[in-house]
C-alpha cells in the first residue's frame, strides 16, 4: 500500500511539473503513470533560453529548465573555456553511477570540434554531459538553475534527470542552439 501511495504521488508530481508554466505534457505517460514510454527522438537545447526540450515528431513532449557552462555565450573551443558546446551530437552513453545524479554523455568532440581546436593548438575538451546535482550532497547547488555552474554541461534537477533518463535512448540526436 505504501508503494501504491508513493507511486501516486510520484505521478502527481510528474504531471505538475509537466503542467506547470513552460512545461509540456506528455504525449503519453510515462511507466510510472502506468502506461507506454514515449520516447523523445530529438533532445532540444536551446543556450539562451536556458531550456532542454525533449521532442517527438516535432513536438514538445517536455521542457526542463537548465544550467550550462559558467560561461555559456559561444561554442566551446577548448578544454576549460567553461562553454556548453553548440551544434549536433548524439547521446551516445548512459551512467547512473556517475559524480552527478545520472549522466547522458554527448559525442562531442566531433571531427569539426577538433579541428577547430587544433588549429589553435589545444585540446577540444570533452566529457560533456546532461546531468542531475553533483552526487556527494556536500557538493550540491540549491541554485542549480539560477546560475550557469557546470564546466560544460547541461544540469537539470535529479527529478527532471529521471525523467530525461527514462525518454531519451542512447543513439538518440541532441541539437544544442545559441
Request: net charge positive; charged share 25%; with cysteine.
Amino acid at each position: 500500500m505504501l508503494l501504491r501511495r508513493l507511486s501516486l504521488t510520484a505521478a502527481a508530481i510528474l504531471l505538475a511539473t509537466a503542467c506547470a508554466p513552460g512545461g509540456h505534457e506528455p504525449s503519453q505517460p510515462y511507466p510510472e503513470l502506468a502506461g507506454p514510454l514515449d520516447y523523445a527522438d530529438l533532445v532540444l537545447v536551446k543556450k539562451s533560453e536556458r531550456r532542454l526540450y525533449l521532442l517527438k515528431n516535432g513536438k514538445p513532449l517536455r521542457s526542463y529548465k537548465v544550467a550550462l557552462g559558467r560561461e555559456p555565450v559561444g561554442r566551446k573551443q577548448i578544454a576549460g573555456d567553461g562553454r556548453t558546446p553548440e551544434g549536433n551530437y548524439v547521446i551516445d552513453r548512459r551512467n547512473p553511477n556517475s559524480r552527478y545524479y545520472k549522466a547522458l554523455h554527448i559525442s562531442y568532440p566531433e571531427v569539426p570540434d577538433r579541428i577547430r581546436a587544433a588549429q589553435i593548438g589545444a585540446s577540444p575538451g570533452g566529457d560533456i554531459l546532461i546531468h542531475g546535482q553533483p552526487s556527494d550532497p556536500r557538493k550540491a547547488k540549491p541554485y542549480l538553475q539560477s546560475i550557469d555552474w557546470t564546466e560544460g554541461c547541461i544540469a537539470v534537477h535529479n527529478r527532471e534527470m529521471d525523467e530525461i533518463w527514462l525518454a531519451v535512448r542512447d543513439g538518440t540526436p541532441i541539437r544544442i542552439e545559441p
